[in-house]
């Protein structure tokens, strides 16, 4: 009787110690499975890049270099938005696009007058812009836009038209910031320069039935120059 008890304790003591192996094999193939797909996607060569692209926007970000790292959070945001560096990087654009708006909105406020289709400094001393009756300004306020002209003789002010001041973005993730596009379609990117005396814009598109046409030769260019 004994010995029949004893081989009973061992056999039921080994069949206590089969299930917990059974649940560490499993909690075993769940880790090698993890490390597995967590190496596939630490080896895929867009998700590598898109990292290194969002890493690196803000290192910019930190430094307020915020157009660089606009352009760089844009570029992540388009290698796989779907994932959480994407969706991330979306949000990121869009603060940034606010943030360069409220500043060169700030810089071109006021009243500025056409230089032609050149910058200042690329006049020499025997050439002017071409002489006309009138002179052509525009007054830029928060939330729009005046054209209007000056006669030379009389000094007399006449408006032409009043634009509202609105950004164009084809897409949210985009990383325009200073396209401009007014009443008749067309689109007009504006910088301004370090001194903030001067103005250009350039015609790089227009809105039509068949979307956005993108103008990328011949393109209109004026100069302005801030009077007040």
Known sequence: MKCYKSFRIKKLGLQKNTKPTTKMKKLLLLIVLFIVSKTVAQNDPKTAFQKSRYELALSYYKKADFKKALDLFHLASRIKPETEIGKESIQKVDTLKTVLRDSILTQALGTWKMNGNK??????????????????????????????????????????????????????????????????????????????????????????????????????????IKVK
């Open 119 to 224: 910058p200042v400094w690329a006049f020499n001393q025997k050439e002017s812009p071409a002489e006309k009756d009138a002179e052509e300004f525009i007054a830029i306020l928060p939330n729009e836009i005046l054209f209007y002209e000056k006669n030379k003789k009389t000094q007399e002010k006449k408006l032409i038209k009043t634009e509202p001041l609105v950004y164009y973005n084809q897409h949210k993730s985009d990383a325009l910031f200073s396209d401009v596009i007014l009443s008749d379609g067309t689109i007009w990117n504006c910088s301004i320069n370090e001194k903030s005396d001067e103005l250009r814009v350039i015609n790089v598109g227009k809105t039509g039935d068949n979307g956005i046409e993108k103008i990328e030769n011949n393109n209109i260019e004026r100069f302005y």
